[in-house]
């Protein structure tokens, strides 16, 4: 049952990013990435990841793809008459690079040292632990607050500096 | 024992001379006064160190050569080249004729430049040249000798082209700069194979070490002297190298006086003289010289016969003598082409000296009579000057007898003496031919005298007529001291076979320089004759020869003076062999067609594809390959968002690569 | 979690990776070349999740930063998209050659 699911979720995640890319409609194409994010939430699930997997839905899913539906509409993108497909020497190229690069990671990934042995066996979950000690949540908020306290306050300083930059690159110009 | 006085003394003063006047012409350019003074006194004390010499060492009866060395000039290897002056009985009689010469035409300068604007240049040149020629016959050394060989040239560019704006003279000057070029070629091969032989170029190891170091008929000793008579034929103007000359009578008279007769043109006959075992070791090249010198006497004495203007006829006679004097050095008579470059050195001087009085005079009468462009020079504007140039006339009848070889004239003894040699020493058909160029030389001096000083009619114009005068006081006395010495300055040797009393004086003198040579001559060619060859001994000849140019004197003289001829504006072109004579047989035309026209089809050949095709070219394309890559490297940088995504992912996957592989 | 499902999810994020590549390359309009940027970003994310099931809990942080990063990113990104758009009338990435001198 859980591997049925995870392909289908694996499935579907893949599906939906082909169409992120081949779709003529802006607006279609955002719609394709919010169910690729969807099916990427299930699989953080079904990884362990439960937290991550709702800030992936709220933020991911909920805020950022909003932000691109609205400048979409804003910049009236949805009534694309020209295809905006790059020539056909482009197209060949990008399928080039992208089946070479998936070919490649591919190729690493399955002649590597299988991951799983190399990180200490079956028996070792070192997620588990901490999820059973403070519960999804706290699991990850205590390395948060510990040992990974400066890039916290450094990210809240990062956000503070694209709220100011995007406000100010969206202005209109000064009359 | 003799000990050179004040040797340096003798070049610094000329040099001094030129410095002062050098300066002169810029500084005090309008003022005359100092040159009119330094100029000839510079020469005129050197003279008199040289004669203090002369004196000194004729009294000491020192035979051997005395050096002075002044400083090292190139010390590399093994190459030593000092600046040494070398004191002897040749370069003594050398130093005496050109200094003693020098100051009689600085003096007539004097008078013959006055109010030329370029008066303070014109001595700072003479000067000059008058330095670099001691140091040609002082010298000790090849290289050193070269120097003044080249300082000499220089001169005699600077004064050919003295007035410079004229194209035409500043052309004469290059002309005779880049001909002698050729010869100065000559002697810098002959001092590599003489370096190369001897391992140095001081004359004190080289020279006597020349019996040596090479075989009676070597071929080096044969190749060295052909290359140092290759340097003669230019300098002293012997066919081929001879086309120089006559165009350098563009310069001032005096200079063509002093330069082209009297000093540089013999500065060959020296160098031949200095290095006589090297040409006594080489009986090719001896040959060669000889019928050099003795068809050149002929073929530059035809062209004389044709010349309107006075002093091209004085310029191939030049040439004519310079071959005398080489056939004499080249059947081996060395004094005796020594003497006749003395007594050439007198009447030639004079010669030429009387022509520039004439030229100025007539030149100021025509100033006078408010006429311009005309010929001053050209003869068939004279006629009959003996009125109104007395003392120039007769002095100038001193120098035509000599010339001619008329007893009791300088000229009278030192041609016969060459012409006698020639017979003497196994020579019998360039004793005839310079019999026969003696003959035409009395004839066409007798046409030149003729011509410009007698005929019963003036042709310089009615209105210029009273204008003619005498020589100034300034050009008269050289004149005059040159007039006698063109008399006297033969009798300082006498051959025993004239019933005169015998004077060795010369050749007593120089025989110590020349006996090597003479040994080397001796001991491989056997005795010289007694008989001349078509019999008859020197006394006959002297006789025959005095008295037949005498008589090609007179009939000469008698039929130009009885023809009428008009004023060169109105004479008829010349016609008939006439005409080839006049056009010089035509050489330079020959030189032009044959050599200068294919150089410069070369040069611009040279230019138009090495030069700009191939070099230009190589760089040019050099540089649009550049800017042809530049282009590709260009497209590159396209600006456009998507060229760059795509080089990115190309970046990374070549990272990747890397990194895996 | 059979060692197979990780290798799976690890390979999916390897394709997911390579298609937001290929889209990013692929694609004229901004917006899609950004959202194709978003999908690289998430297949980062996936394989950092899948890390940390094997090697603890840090892998989840880094994500979480990710995130965070990524929506500064978005927001500041867009903005710039709408002020091109305003000057030049499109938002064609061929359009933007000002990037030459």
């Known amino acids: 049952m859980t591997e049925f699911l995870f392909f289908l979720l694996s499935a579907a995640a893949l599906l939906s990013a082909v169409f992120v890319v081949v779709s003529r409609n802006p607006v279609s194409s955002v719609m394709f990435l919010i169910v690729t994010l969807f099916s990427l939430a299930g699989l953080f699930v079904m990884l362990e990841a439960h937290f991550l997997a709702a800030v992936q839905v709220i933020v991911y899913a909920g805020a950022i793809m909003v932000l691109f539906l609205f400048v979409v509409m804003l910049l009236n993108l949805g009534h694309a008459e020209l295809p905006d497909f790059r020539g056909a020497m482009a197209r060949l190229l990008a399928g080039a690079f992208g089946i070479a690069l998936a070919a490649f990671t591919a190729w690493t990934l399955l002649t590597g040292s299988d991951p799983l042995t190399a990180s200490g066996g079956e028996a070792a979950d070192p997620i588990q632990a901490a999820l059973k000690a403070r519960g999804a949540i706290g699991a990850l908020a205590v390395p948060l607050f510990r040992t990974y306290l400066v890039p916290f306050e450094v990210t809240s300083l990062l956000l503070l500096v694209a709220i100011v930059g995007s406000m100010v690159l969206a202005r209109k110009e000064a009359p | 024992m003799y000990r050179p006085i004040l040797p340096a003394l003798v070049l610094a003063l000329p040099l001094a001379g030129a410095i002062i006047n050098g300066v002169g012409a810029f500084l005090w350019r309008e003022d005359h006064r100092v040159a009119r003074w330094v100029g000839p006194l510079a020469v005129g004390a050197s003279f008199v160190v040289v004669a203090i010499n002369f004196f000194a060492m004729k009294d000491s009866g020192t035979t051997a050569a005395s050096v002075v060395s002044l400083w090292t000039w190139i010390a590399a290897g093994g190459l030593h080249v000092g600046v040494d002056l070398q004191f002897d009985r040749l370069s003594m009689v050398m130093m005496l004729i050109v200094t003693g010469v020098s100051t009689l035409i600085h003096i007539y300068s004097i008078g013959y430049m006055r109010g030329d604007p370029g008066f303070n240049r014109y001595f700072a040149y003479l000067n000059l040249f008058v330095f670099f020629m001691l140091v040609l016959v002082t010298a000790a050394s090849f290289p050193l000798m070269f120097v003044g060989w080249e300082g000499v040239g220089l001169c005699s560019y600077l004064l050919i082209g003295f007035w410079y704006e004229n194209e035409a003279y500043s052309n004469a000057g290059k002309k005779a700069f880049i001909v002698n070029r050729i010869g100065d070629f000559g002697f810098l091969v002959a001092m590599f194979i003489i370096y190369g032989i001897f391992g140095s170029l001081d004359f004190s190891q080289v020279l006597p070490a020349a019996t040596g170091h090479l075989q009676y008929g070597d071929v080096w000793a044969t190749l060295i002297t052909l290359f140092l008579f290759l340097a003669c034929m230019g300098k002293s103007a012997q066919i081929p190298l001879y086309v120089w000359l006559p165009d350098a009578m563009a310069g001032p008279t005096p200079v063509s006086a002093l330069i082209h007769a009297a000093t540089m043109v013999t500065a060959g006959v020296y160098l031949v003289a200095r290095t006589s075992v090297l040409f006594a070791l080489a009986p090719v090249s001896q040959a060669v010289v000889a019928t050099v010198g003795a068809g050149t006497a002929l073929f530059a004495a035809t062209i004389a016969t044709q010349q309107w203007d006075i002093k091209k006829v004085l310029a191939y006679s030049t040439i004519s003598q310079l071959g005398y004097m080489f056939l004499a050095v080249g059947v081996g008579a060395f004094t005796a082409g020594i003497f006749h470059l003395m007594t050439h050195a007198f009447f030639k001087a004079l010669l030429f000296l009387g022509a520039g009085a004439v030229i100025h005079s007539v030149e100021h009468a025509w100033h006078e009579a408010g006429r311009h462009g005309g010929d001053p020079n050209d003869m068939r504007n004279h006629g009959d000057l003996r009125r109104w140039m007395p003392v120039t006339w007769i002095t100038m009848w001193s120098a035509t007898l000599a010339i001619s070889g008329v007893f009791p004239f300088a000229g009278f003894f030192s041609k016969d003496e060459v012409i006698w040699k020639s017979g003497v020493l196994g020579y019998p058909l360039l004793w005839g031919v310079a019999l026969v160029a003696a003959f035409l030389t009395a004839g066409y001096m007798a046409r030149l005298m003729a011509l410009t000083f007698h005929g019963g009619e003036n042709r310089t114009g009615e209105d210029a007529r009273g204008h003619l005068h005498g020589a100034p006081l300034a050009m008269a006395v050289p004149l005059v001291v040159l007039g006698v010495l063109s008399l006297v300055g033969g009798w300082i040797q006498i051959p025993e076979s004239l019933p005169l009393p015998h004077v060795n004086a010369l050749e007593g003198w120089l025989d110590p320089v020349f006996e090597p040579a003479h040994h080397v001559m001796a001991a491989h060619g056997g005795a010289a004759a007694t008989a001349a060859p078509l019999g008859g001994g020197e006394l006959t000849w002297g006789l025959i020869s005095t008295v037949v140019a005498l008589a090609v004197v007179v009939w000469i003289f008698l039929a130009v003076v009885r023809r009428h001829y008009r004023t060169a504006a109105e004479a008829p072109e010349p016609t008939g062999l006439s005409l080839v004579l006049y056009r010089k047989w035509y050489v330079d035309e020959l030189y032009d067609r044959l050599i200068v026209r294919p150089l410069m089809a070369l040069w611009r050949g040279c230019w138009k594809i090495v030069d700009d095709g191939l070099i230009d070219g190589t760089v040019n394309r050099l540089a649009s390959g550049a800017r042809a890559v530049g282009w590709v490297g260009s497209q590159l940088q396209s600006g456009r968002l998507g060229a760059y995504l795509l080089l990115f992912m190309v970046g990374v996957l070549v990272i990747l690569g890397t990194v895996a592989f | ?101």
């Open chain 3, 1 to 101: 979690m059979t060692p197979t499902l990780i290798r799976v999810a690890l390979l999916v994020s390897a394709a997911l990776f390579a298609i937001g590549v290929t889209g990013a390359l692929l694609r004229r309009n901004a917006i899609v070349v950004f959202l194709c940027v978003e999908l690289m970003l998430n297949a980062v994310n996936l394989s950092l999740v899948a890390f940390s099931r094997l090697l603890g809990i840090d892998g989840q942080i880094i994500v979480f930063f990710v995130m965070a990063v990524a929506a500064a990113e978005a927001a500041v990104g867009l903005a710039i998209i709408i002020a091109a758009f305003r000057h030049y009338g499109d938002i064609d990435v061929d359009r933007f050659d000002m990037l030459k001198w």
